[in-house]
T-cell receptor, first 109, second 113 residues
Framework: GQNIDQPTEMTATEGAIVQINCTYQ??????LFWYQQHAGEAPTFLSYNVLDGLEEKGRFSSFLSRSKGYSYLLLKELQMKDSASYLCAVRDSNYQLIWGAGTKLIIKP | IAGITQAPTSQILAAGRRMTLRCTQDMRHNAMYWYRQDLGLGLRLIHY???????GKGEVPDGYSVSRANTDDFPLTLASAVPSQTSVYFC????????????FGEGSRLTVL
């Protein structure tokens, strides 16, 4: 079966750096997405990786290794507003998105 | 700029009743999706449409139906609601089935008693 694994919850300190890992086993691969979801709100797009390597976008970066079935989302200079759930999703060979359960990130002052 | 609009935002429904969740997008996206989100689980695809006039079943389609009469609208119908359909429902759209990220509506919280 298809599977996306992420840690359930992580805690970090304001101003610090945190890395959220995502491993996947899917039928084919056509890209990996990271979304941010604040409590009670809709998911919003953060990043997209289809080739190996690091994609940087401001304080957020996302890394992909297709051979390892692995990605991470790196958040720098954490702010209180970064407290949210972070969702990893893989587009499979049928172009359907397979979603992880999400990682709840708690930021402490 | 609306993006994707869902209605209602919240609804309490008696088991056995019929319910339609509405979804409208103004981005002229070809692909649209309905997901449900339950605590501890990832988003699960109910139904999708790659273009107007076509629909397909996702991971959890039983008890739900959809239609795509035009590009903008993609309603989700629960023919006879059951308590296990209590969930938060998100409508989403993308330029195409294989292009672009998904844009989500604000969600519809449905409680079936």
């Amino acid at each position: 079966g298809q599977n996306i694994d992420q840690p359930t919850e992580m805690t970090a300190t304001e101003g610090a750096i945190v890395q959220i890992n995502c491993t996947y086993q899917t039928s084919g691969f056509n890209g990996l997405f990271w979304y941010q979801q604040h409590a009670g709100e809709a998911p919003t797009f953060l990043s997209y990786n289809v080739l190996d390597g690091l994609e940087e976008k401001g304080r957020f970066s996302s890394f992909l290794s297709r051979s390892k079935g692995y990605s991470y989302l790196l958040l720098k200079e954490l702010q209180m507003k970064d407290s949210a759930s972070y969702l990893c999703a893989v587009r499979d060979s049928n172009y359907q998105l397979i979603w992880g359960a999400g990682t709840k990130l708690i930021i402490k002052p | 700029i609306a993006g994707i609009t869902q209605a209602p935002t919240s609804q309490i429904l008696a088991a056995g009743r019929r319910m339609t969740l509405r979804c409208t997008q103004d981005m002229r996206h070809n692909a649209m999706y309905w997901y449900r989100q339950d605590l501890g689980l990832g988003l699960r695809l109910i139904h999708y449409s790659n273009t107007a006039g076509t629909t397909g079943k996702g991971e959890v389609p039983d008890g739900y139906s959809v239609s795509r009469a035009n590009t903008d609208d993609f309603p989700l119908t629960l023919a006879s609601a059951v308590p296990s359909q209590t969930s938060v429902y998100f409508c989403a759209s993308s330029e195409g089935q294989d292009t672009g990220e998904l844009f989500f509506g604000e969600g519809s919280r449905l409680t079936v008693l």
